[in-house]
């Protein structure tokens, strides 16, 4: 079975400044995609940023990038310049890819991030 | 408007009580989702409907659980003789196809509070 881990519960960071959420999983699989996901108040999720496993090169978005560690299992955000409507709780997210998938995700529990002025 | 819709916003309601959630998708999204987000486990997929095809049931925590989707576009949760694990938030989420390949867009969820 797969899982999501996510080892920080809470974090907080300053406005302007960079911080990085963590975020591993466990799969016996090779081919998958990663996801993170925001979730603000308003509780609609909203995907931030996904990568495919077979692609080596590490996604962006703007201010948002992952660093993607196949063989240690590791998938971490890195949010630059921080602002405070980047406030939320951000979930990582694992799906397989095969014939059959249907593309259900398996989230981690999640880490609720406060940006302060 | 163009996203997910879901109704209620907020569901209260006595234990042993029936209760229905509905999930109206993005026009064109022929892949739908049910997740649920509880303190206690986190978020889980329940379900999940791609057009004509046999659903996808894995995630149904009992048989008090069901779903049906009618005419490949709204779907309706159901939950019969709640309890009180049965509060959490229920998501909804549409893709444009099935499988890994495409985002899904989340609905703001239904809060379901079981008294």
């Known amino acids: 079975a797969q899982t999501v881990t996510q080892s920080q519960p809470e974090m907080s960071v300053q406005e302007a400044e960079t911080v990085t959420l963590s975020c591993t999983y466990d799969?016996?699989?090779?081919?998958?995609?990663l996801f993170w996901y925001k979730q603000p108040p308003s509780r609609q999720m909203i995907l931030v940023i996904r990568?495919?496993?077979?692609?080596?090169q590490n996604a962006t978005e703007n201010r948002f990038s992952v660093n993607f560690q196949k063989a240690a299992k590791s998938f971490s955000l890195k949010i630059s310049d921080s602002q405070l409507g980047d406030t939320a709780m951000y979930f990582c997210a694992f799906t397989l890819v095969w014939g059959s998938n249907t593309g259900k995700l398996i989230f981690g529990q999640g880490t609720t991030l406060q940006v302060k002025p | 408007g163009a996203g997910v819709s879901q109704s209620p916003s907020n569901k209260v309601t006595e234990k042993g009580k029936d209760v229905e959630l509905r999930c109206d998708p993005i026009s064109g999204h022929t892949a739908l989702y049910w997740y649920r987000q509880s303190l206690g486990q986190g978020l889980e997929f329940l379900i999940y409907?791609?057009?004509?095809?046999?659903?996808?049931k894995s995630g149904l925590p009992s048989d008090r659980f069901s779903a049906e989707r009618t005419g490949g576009s709204v779907s309706t949760l159901t939950i019969q003789r709640t309890q009180q694990e049965d509060s959490a938030v229920y998501l909804c989420a549409s893709s444009s196809l099935g499988g890994s390949n495409q985002p899904q867009h989340f609905g703001d969820g239904t809060r379901l509070s079981i008294l």
């Open positions: 409907f791609q057009g004509n095809s046999a659903p996808d």
């Open positions: 799969t016996s699989e090779s081919n998958y995609y």
């Open positions: 990568q495919e496993a077979y692609k080596q």
